[in-house]
Antibody, heavy 121, light 108 residues
Framework: EVQLVESGGGLVRPGGSLRLSCLAS????????MSWVRQAPGKGLEWVSV????????YYADPVKGRFTISRDNSKNTLYLQMNSLSAEDTAVYYC??????????????WGQGTMVTVSS | SYELTQPPWVSVSPGQTARITCSGD??????AYWYQQKPGQAPVLVIN???ERPSGITERISGSSSGTTVTLIISGVQAEDEADYYC???????????FGGGTKLTVL
C-alpha cells in the first residue's frame, strides 16, 4: 500500500523558515516525480512545486519561486520542502503528492494527509 | 498566467446526473484531471487525462472534453458523492499546474 506521511508543519513567525518532510513507502520512490500542493484554510488547491524522480529537475509556482526549495533523498525515500521568508499568505495545509506516472507533468496520483503550516506573529 | 473556471456549486437530487464544468484556454491543448475532496480528507484523483478512470474509482464517474471545456459527470448520484471537486490542467509546457476554484456538489 502506498503511504505518504508528512511532518514538520507548525507555527512560525513571518519571515521565518520551516522544512517539511514526507516519508514515502509502498512503491519504488526513485522512479516517480513528487510534488507539494497546498490548501489555505477554507480555500482551494494550489500547486507549489514538483521534482523529478532523480531530483535533477525542479519547478516552482510563481508565488514561492526563490523562497522555497524542493529536494529528495532517494536513499531515505523522503521528499523535502525548505520554506524561507514565510508570510501569512503561506499559511496552508501542505500535501505531499506522488505523481500518477513517472513524468513531472503527470496527474497528482496519491496524496498524503497533509501537514499544517501557520505563519503568524 | 492562465485560469480554469468552475461553478462554485452544483446541486442534484439522489439518482440524478451531476455535471460539473471546467473551462479555460489551456484545455484545448493540455489534458484535464479531476479530484474529489471530502471534508477533512485529502483529495483523490477520479479522472486522469480528460476521460480515464483510475483503478478503484466508481464507474458512475466519467469525464468528457470539448474544445476549451471539460466536464465531470457523475451518474446516479448518491449521498457519498457529496464533496468538493477540482479540475486541474497545465500550461503549454505541461509542467506548471493550475487548479480550478473548485465546485461543491450538494446532494439534496
Amino acid at each position: 500500500e502506498v503511504q505518504l506521511v508528512e511532518s514538520g508543519g507548525g507555527l512560525v513567525r513571518p519571515g521565518g523558515s520551516l522544512r517539511l518532510s514526507c516519508l514515502a513507502s509502498g512503491f519504488t520512490f526513485r522512479t516517480y516525480a513528487m510534488s507539494w500542493v497546498r490548501q489555505a484554510p477554507g480555500k482551494g488547491l494550489e500547486w507549489v512545486s514538483v521534482i523529478s524522480g532523480s531530483g535533477g529537475s525542479t519547478y516552482y509556482a510563481d508565488p514561492v519561486k526563490g523562497r522555497f526549495t524542493i529536494s529528495r533523498d532517494n536513499s531515505k525515500n523522503t521528499l523535502y520542502l525548505q520554506m524561507n521568508s514565510l508570510s501569512a499568505e503561506d499559511t496552508a495545509v501542505y500535501y505531499c503528492v506522488k505523481s500518477f506516472g513517472d513524468y513531472v507533468g503527470d496527474a497528482f496520483g496519491i496524496w498524503g494527509q497533509g501537514t499544517m503550516v501557520t505563519v503568524s506573529s | 498566467s492562465y485560469e480554469l473556471t468552475q461553478p462554485p456549486w452544483v446541486s442534484v437530487s439522489p439518482g440524478q446526473t451531476a455535471r460539473i464544468t471546467c473551462s479555460g484556454d489551456a484545455l484545448s491543448k493540455q489534458f484535464a484531471y479531476w479530484y474529489q475532496q471530502k471534508p477533512g480528507q485529502a483529495p483523490v484523483l477520479v479522472i486522469n487525462k480528460d476521460t480515464e478512470r483510475p483503478s478503484g474509482i466508481t464507474e458512475r464517474i466519467s469525464g468528457s472534453s470539448s474544445g476549451t471545456t471539460v466536464t465531470l459527470i457523475i451518474s446516479g448520484v448518491q449521498a457519498e458523492d457529496e464533496a468538493d471537486y477540482y479540475c486541474q490542467s497545465a500550461d503549454s509546457s505541461g509542467i506548471y499546474r493550475v487548479f480550478g476554484g473548485g465546485t461543491k456538489l450538494t446532494v439534496l
